[in-house]
C-alpha cells in the first residue's frame, strides 16, 4: 500500500535539504508517493525579535521561497520538486550565494518560466505563500522550522539528520518515523547536534 508523504521546505535551509536527500533515497526502498511543498522561513520569523545577521538572512529568504511556489504554480509539484534540486545543489553542496543570479541559473537548469525571477522580487504572491506555509506548518506550531513531514495526515518536524542515509538504511530510518507519527501523543525526541549537513 503506497503511503502519501508530504515534505515543506524552505529552500535556503541546509538542514531541510539532508532531510529531502534523505525522502529521495527513501522513494527508492519503500512505495511512498512523495509530493514537495513550500514553506518559508520568512514568513515563520516575520515580526519576531531576531538578531541582525539572522534577520538579514530571513529578508534574503524570501525570494527562493517565492520562486519555489511559482514554480510549482506554474508547472506542477514534479517541477518544483526538479527546481528544489537544482537550488539545492546550488545553495548547499555547491555553496554558491543565496542571490537573484544563482536562482535565474537554477529556474534555467529546470527550463522554469523566465519572469519567474521577476514577480518573485514583488510581494504579489505573498498571501499564496502564507497559506502554502500555513498548511504544512499549522498541525506543528511555531516553536519548529523546516523541514516539516507529514505521513498518513499526521505532521512531524524534522528529521535534523547528518549525513542522509542511503538505501535500506534510509528506508529503516523512514519506518521508525512513521511509528512515532502514528502516535498522536507523541511531541518530540532530541540531541544535541555535533555535525553540519555533510554533504555528499
Not at 97 to 119: F, M, S, Y
Amino acid at each position: 500500500m503506497t503511503t502519501q508523504v508530504d515534505f515543506w521546505f524552505d529552500p535556503t535551509c541546509p538542514w531541510a535539504w539532508m532531510t529531502s536527500r534523505w525522502m529521495l533515497e527513501v522513494e527508492k526502498v519503500r512505495d511512498i508517493d512523495l509530493t514537495f511543498h513550500v514553506m518559508s522561513l520568512s514568513v515563520l520569523n516575520d515580526g519576531r525579535d531576531l538578531p541582525e545577521d539572522y534577520r538579514e538572512a530571513m529578508d534574503a529568504a524570501w525570494v527562493p521561497a517565492r520562486a519555489a511556489l511559482l514554480v510549482e504554480q506554474r508547472h506542477g509539484s514534479e517541477k518544483l520538486a526538479e527546481f528544489y534540486t537544482a537550488i539545492g545543489t546550488r545553495f548547499h553542496p555547491g555553496d554558491e550565494p543565496k542571490t537573484v543570479e544563482t536562482l535565474q541559473k537554477a529556474l534555467d537548469d529546470v527550463g522554469a518560466d523566465a519572469d519567474i525571477i521577476d514577480v518573485a522580487q514583488t510581494d504579489a504572491i505573498d498571501e499564496d505563500l502564507r497559506r502554502s506555509h500555513h498548511e504544512g506548518m499549522d498541525p506543528v506550531g511555531d516553536e519548529v522550522g523546516t523541514p516539516v513531514i507529514r505521513v498518513n495526515g499526521m505532521s512531524l518536524f524534522g528529521p535534523v539528520i547528518s549525513p542522509a542515509p542511503k538505501g535500506e538504511e534510509a528506508g529503516e530510518l523512514f519506518d521508525g518515523f512513521v511509528k512515532v507519527t502514528a502516535y498522536p501523543g507523541f511531541f518530540e525526541l532530541k540531541r544535541t547536534r555535533t555535525v553540519g549537513p555533510i554533504f555528499d
